[in-house]
DNA sequence: TTCTATCCATAGATTGGCTATGGGTGGAGG
DNA sequence: CCTCCACCCATAGCCAATCTATGGATAGAA
């Protein structure tokens, strides 16, 4: 992962910011910490989006309380310490459930939005 | 209690809302009555975008604040009162910003949520 | 040693959609 | 004729989720 700051200025839809995390933690794989997925999504985002941590981390929060993630505390890449996440089986049964429903949705605005 | 020709329950990304009204306007090109709006909006995205009239009507008083549309009393197709709502200029060019705005954004959250 | 990138976290304001509720009218069917 | 439903508008109060602002700590480079 290149060695990049967070931003300053956050760009996101709305309600999609957990589906992008538990989606991030999917499709590496392996554990990550905060940090590392804002930087995650916003390198595969092509920049595009820009995970503020003011909301990264109320939303991982909220992710290990509903159960669909869990967290440990462990070593960075750096050597420093940081809080790993990992997804549950609920978190991987939701994510799944909710890529299928925001994809419907994204199909329904495009037929609005776009031109016929 | 259920008074529903309308909506069963909402659906909608967040976010969105005033996007959707202002192209439903630019895109039929005539004014159009809220509640036209709301059954274009529904009818065109084939039942899958829901548009509360608690949502509805406070958005396009913020779009009317805003200058984007313009509201005039008139008579609806069926006889009864109701205010009709068209694109001004500032509203024209704010949709197709928006949009493509939009179009950004979604092309971005696919490829963090889809399979590469 | 200072600066930047790396990491975590929370309080408070704000945005904006939802629920619930209110009212009024025209026309079709009992 | 009367009732019901589709048609229309609107607002108050709630609540979820994001943003702004701020705090702290450390490793390593400049």
Same mark, same amino acid.
């Given at each position: 992962?290149? +060695? =990049?700051? /967070?931003?300053?200025?956050?760009?996101? $839809?709305?309600?999609? &910011?957990?589906? @992008?995390?538990?989606?991030? !933690?999917?499709?590496?794989?392996?554990?990550?910490?905060?940090?590392?997925?804002?930087?995650?999504?916003?390198?595969?985002? +092509? =920049?595009? /989006?820009?995970?503020?941590?003011?909301? $990264?981390?109320?939303? &991982?929060?909220? @992710?290990a309380?509903?159960? !669909?993630?869990?967290?440990?505390?462990?070593?960075?890449?750096?050597?420093?310490?940081?809080?790993?996440?990992?997804?549950?089986?609920?978190?991987?049964?939701?994510?799944?459930?909710?890529?299928?429903?925001?994809?419907?949705? @994204?199909?329904?605005?495009?037929?609005v939005?776009?031109?016929?």
């Amino acid at each position: 992962m290149t +060695k =990049e700051a /967070l931003s300053k200025k956050a760009v996101l $839809l709305p309600g999609t &910011l957990e589906m @992008l995390i538990l989606r991030s !933690l999917e499709r590496t794989g392996e554990p990550m910490h905060g940090y590392g997925i804002a930087l995650y999504i916003k390198q595969i985002s +092509k =920049e595009v /989006l820009l995970v503020e941590e003011g909301s $990264l981390y109320p939303a &991982l929060q909220r @992710l290990a309380i509903k159960g !669909l993630v869990k967290a440990e505390w462990s070593e960075s890449e750096t050597g420093r310490k940081a809080r790993f996440y990992k997804l549950t089986s609920a978190g991987r049964k939701q994510v799944t459930e909710e890529v299928a429903g925001f994809e419907k949705i @994204l199909e329904a605005m495009l037929r609005v939005v776009q031109p016929a």
